[in-house]
Nanobody
Framework: QVQLVESGGGLVQAGGSLRLSCAAS????????MGWFRQAPGKERLFVAA????????WYTDSVKGRFTISRDNAKNTVSLQMNSLKPEDTAVYFC????????????????WGQGTQVTVSS
C-alpha cells in the first residue's frame, strides 16, 4: 500500500501561482509513476499531468502545457506540481495518484490516491 497526502492548495487570483506537493509513504520502494488529476464540482476527475518513476518522462493535458510543471524527488518521496498563470477554469480539487503503469491517463490506471487539495482561482 502507498499513502499519499497532498498539500499546497488555496485561493489565488487569476495569473497567480501555486505549488502543490504530494508526500508518499508506505511501499515507496516500488517504482510508481505519479500523476495529478483534478475534479471540479459536478464534473468527472480529469488527468492533469504525470511523471515517470525516473522523472525522465512527463505528460500534460493540453490545457496546462506551458503553465504547469510536474517534478519528483524520489529521495524524499515527494511529487510536486508547479502551477503558473492560473486561470479560473483551473479551479478544482487536485488529487495526487500513483500508478504501476500508465496506459490511458485515466483514473482507472492509478492504484493509489490522496484525499485531494482545493485550488480556487478567482477572476
Amino acid at each position: 500500500q502507498v499513502q499519499l497526502v497532498e498539500s499546497g492548495g488555496g485561493l489565488v487570483q487569476a495569473g497567480g501561482s501555486l505549488r502543490l506537493s504530494c508526500a508518499a509513504s508506505g511501499r515507496t520502494n516500488s517504482r510508481y509513476a505519479m500523476g495529478w488529476f483534478r475534479q471540479a464540482p459536478g464534473k468527472e476527475r480529469l488527468f492533469v499531468a504525470a511523471i515517470s518513476w525516473s522523472g525522465g518522462s512527463t505528460w500534460y493535458t493540453d490545457s496546462v502545457k506551458g503553465r504547469f510543471t510536474i517534478s519528483r524527488d524520489n529521495a524524499k518521496n515527494t511529487v510536486s506540481l508547479q502551477m503558473n498563470s492560473l486561470k479560473p477554469e483551473d479551479t478544482a480539487v487536485y488529487f495526487c495518484a500513483a500508478a504501476r503503469t500508465i496506459v490511458t491517463y485515466k483514473p482507472a490506471d492509478f492504484d493509489f490516491w490522496g484525499q485531494g487539495t482545493q485550488v480556487t482561482v478567482s477572476s
